[in-house]
Nanobody, 125 residues
Framework: QLRLVESGGGSVQAGGSLRLSCVHS????????MGWFRQAPGMEREGVAT??????PNYAYSRDRFAISKDNGKNTLYLQIDRLEPEDTAMYYC????????????????????WGQGTQVTVSS
């Protein structure tokens, strides 16, 4: 079982920035796709960005504001969010799909079998 622990959320004003972190346990058994998803109250969970083991990112939204990255030495996945908007308010989750590469353009969160507990991002106008 892969453990994922998110941090870095908070309450910020619109226009600010946050960097979310996801520390995960070591996985060396093969392919892995990691990603960030979010869920606002009353809304469906949606994909934000994924990153495969070769460092190739996929973005569901404009990459001008979102940047996904990974520090393999620290087993940490990051999501940088700039120019935050009230619409970004949501619980942000880190997730992992083991044994597969990421599928560009696919945001089927049900395929991801490993999830963190989430970190709340609240943006005020």
């Amino acid at each position: 079982q892969l453990r994922l622990v998110e941090s870095g959320g908070g309450s910020v004003q619109a226009g600010g920035s946050l960097r979310l972190s996801c520390v995960h346990s070591t996985y060396t058994k093969g392919k892995m796709c990691m990603g960030w998803f979010r869920q606002a109250p009353g809304m469906e969970r949606e994909g934000v960005a994924t990153l495969d083991m070769n460092g190739r990112p996929n973005y569901a939204y404009s990459r001008d504001r979102f940047a996904i990255s990974k520090d393999n030495g620290k087993n940490t996945l990051y999501l940088q969010i700039d120019r935050l908007e009230p619409e970004d308010t949501a619980m942000y989750y880190c997730a992992a799909l083991l044994g597969y590469d990421c599928s560009p353009g696919s945001w089927a969160w049900g395929d991801f079998g490993h999830w963190g507990q989430g970190t709340q991002v609240t943006v005020s106008s």
